[in-house]
T-cell receptor, first 117, second 114 residues
Framework: AQSVTQLDSHVSVSEGTPVLLRCNYS??????LFWYVQHPNKGLQLLLK??????LVKGINGFEAEFKKSETSFHLTKPSAHMSDAAEYFC???????????????FGDGTTLTVKP | DTGVSQNPRHKITKRGQNVTFRCDPI?????LYWYRQTLGQGPEFLTY????????KSRLLSDRFSAERPKGSFSTLEIQRTEQGDSAMYLC????????????FGPGTRLTVT
């Protein structure tokens, strides 16, 4: 069984300040973890992925996330928010390729990021 | 553009009618997924295919729902006897396959059942 919890449904930051979107996961196997972004009326776009290589993962648009197995967390960060970052963000967990259900993904409920000028 | 495409983009239907959606994945992607997303929620897994084999179906996928991927390329999702509760965005995604599970999403088909 796998699950993901996004700890904040809404996050509001000022432009130029750091962003932190929190995600905890549960997985019976070594997971693959992803962050996706969804802008209004746009499709889901992959921001970054963790697949058991480096624990600090860099993604597009200056975002990065750190996999912490001891804390079962995969928080998304960005040093300086931009107005264009305002969107819905989803944390996703998938089982490892060794699992028979490998590839099935579970999405969190999403975090809405608002960026104030 | 060689991304995932979905047709139609919007569908309005009356309760009780059947609807069919199509998804064309990225060429050579082995895996294809269907999700349903309602307002304010994350996508919910419906089913996925490895080539033409349907490997798993969610309990959300009632008997009125069926999905096919006959030749391991495009896929169709059919909903029979639609209900108002079926109104949602239906998303399709594809991924390269066994060693890589990042998914690339299409724009979705928005279904409205009146």
């Amino acid at each position: 069984a796998q699950s993901v919890t996004q700890l904040d449904s809404h996050v509001s930051v000022s432009e130029g300040t750091p962003v932190l979107l929190r995600c905890n996961y549960s997985s019976s196997y070594s997971p693959s973890l992803f962050w996706y972004v969804q802008h209004p009326n746009k499709g889901l776009q992959l921001l970054l992925k963790y697949t058991s290589a480096a624990t600090l993962v860099k993604g597009i648009n200056g975002f990065e996330a750190e996999f912490k197995k001891s804390e079962t967390s995969f928080h998304l960060t960005k040093p300086s928010a931009h107005m264009s970052d305002a969107a819905e963000y989803f944390c996703v967990v998938s089982n490892s390729p060794l699992n028979t259900n490998a590839g099935k993904s579970t999405f969190g409920d999403g975090t809405t990021l608002t960026v104030k000028p | 553009d060689t991304g995932v495409s979905q047709n139609p983009r919007h569908k309005i239907t009356k309760r009780g009618q059947n609807v069919t959606f199509r998804c064309d994945p990225i060429s050579e992607h082995n895996r294809l997924y269907w999700y349903r997303q309602t307002l304010g929620q994350g996508p919910e897994f419906l089913t996925y295919f490895q080539n033409e084999a349907q490997l798993e179906k969610s309990r959300l996928l009632s008997d009125r729902f069926s999905a096919e991927r006959p030749k391991g390329s495009f896929s169709t999702l059919e909903i029979q006897r639609t209900e108002q509760g079926d109104s949602a965005m239906y998303l399709c995604a594809s991924s390269p396959g066994l060693q890589s599970y990042e998914q690339y999403f299409g724009p979705g088909t928005r279904l409205t059942v009146t």
